[in-house]
């Protein structure tokens, strides 16, 4: 019996702002689900992080 080799598929490239967007929606569902205290202070720290690099990353495309 011969064993065929599949190649795997890869998947589209994403670009940075989808990075961002994706782990920024991915973190702003976990923090709908914590309670108050410093776990969530950070994850909200986090996600504002991660806006402010969108709109870094967008003023820096710009000048391009």
């Known amino acids: 019996m011969q064993k065929t080799i599949r190649k795997r598929k890869r998947s589209e490239p994403h670009t940075f702002e989808?990075?961002?967007e994706e782990h920024r929606v991915r973190l702003e569902s976990e923090l709908a689900e914590l309670p108050r205290g410093?776990?969530?202070e950070?994850?909200?720290?986090?996600i504002e992080q991660l806006r402010?690099?969108?709109?870094l990353n967008a003023m820096l495309s710009m000048s391009e």
């Open 18 to 20: 989808q990075r961002l």
């Open 42 to 46: 950070q994850i909200a720290a986090r």
């Open 52 to 55: 402010t690099a969108v709109e």
């Open 38 to 40: 410093a776990k969530r």
